[in-house]
């Protein structure tokens, strides 16, 4: 079975969304959306949102899941709001809890937030199938970036979130909480023991080095052969050791603060006060 694809790409985050539809029908999922948010004043914009949802709508789509591969710190999802508008469910893995009990604690929520994953929809353990139409997707616990890091193979495609880069861009990070090289490289041979036909979309793209065009299609064979870390059987110390010493130095990502805030919260805000007003933390000295 291979699904058709749409990819959305945001500038801003460089993270790419999909939209995953039947082939024999007009069943969809949508994986990995941007709510837009002005950090500097608090706002959010549905402008990413919106082109999917006339996408959805000029193709006459029915909107079954709205997947998220993670909890995402660099972007903030826009689930709830394609939710409202178009339907769907929103499903993560079951990992959410661990993430949810790290953040909660950070971000010192009390109570009143739950650590159950109960904010969404589905929580996906490894293993798990669920249907587009009549489209078949597995999911694969692929932890390593996150500890709730979630691959789904849907047909021919699997969309893996921030394990894999592009070949010539490599993988993702490990240094946030709960994150570990070792087990990013292990679930990245669980990504590469798929058929070598494999479409793997990725989550995001920053153009590496020598590259003008963003680009976020690749494939297990093209990864396999080519990828500068862990492409041509790369042993699990040469990675660790090379994505351990990379992640001490890079910056953190510019959303973060906001993004787990409301990423774990499947993409709602935080309760508001007595007048409707919303705010979210910055945490001092604690990340
Ligand atoms: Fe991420």
């Known amino acids: 079975m291979t699904p058709i694809v749409k990819a959305f790409f945001d500038t801003t985050t460089n993270t790419v969304s999909y939209v995953v539809q039947d082939p024999k029908g007009r069943a969809c999922a949508i994986i990995d959306c941007v709510l837009d948010y002005d950090q500097n004043i608090g706002r959010t914009d549905t402008s990413s949102a919106d082109e999917i949802i006339a996408y959805v709508r000029a193709n006459g789509l029915n909107v079954e899941w709205l997947l998220e591969s993670h909890v995402h710190a660099d972007h903030l999802s826009a689930a709830p709001y394609l939710q409202e508008i178009l339907g769907g469910k929103i499903g993560i893995g079951k990992e959410i809890t661990v993430v949810q009990d790290t953040f909660g604690k950070i971000f010192n929520e009390g109570t009143k937030f739950q650590r159950d994953g109960s904010q969404f929809d589905a929580l996906f353990d490894s293993g798990d199938s669920f249907h587009i139409g009549q489209m078949r997707g597995d999911v694969m616990h692929t932890p390593g970036h996150t500890p709730a890091c979630m691959t789904y193979v849907i047909g021919d495609a699997a969309f893996v979130g921030d394990t894999l880069f592009m070949p010539d861009f490599g993988t993702a990070r490990c240094d946030f909480p709960g994150g570990s090289s070792s087990s990013l490289y292990h679930s990245i041979q669980k990504i590469l023991a798929l058929p070598d036909e494999t479409r793997i979309f990725v989550g995001h793209d ?45 910056p953190a990502p510019r959303l973060i603060l906001p993004s787990l805030q409301v990423n774990m919260r499947a993409g709602h805000m935080p309760e508001p006060d007595e007048q409707g007003n919303v705010f979210l933390k910055v945490p001092v000295n604690k990340l």
Request: net charge neutral; charged share 35%.
């Open 206 to 250: 920053y153009k590496a080095p020598g590259r003008d065009e963003f680009a976020w299609e690749t494939t297990v064979k093209e990864q396999k052969a080519l990828n500068i870390h862990v492409g041509k059987g790369r042993s699990i110390d040469e990675f660790t050791s090379m994505r351990d010493a990379r992640d001490a130095t890079l």
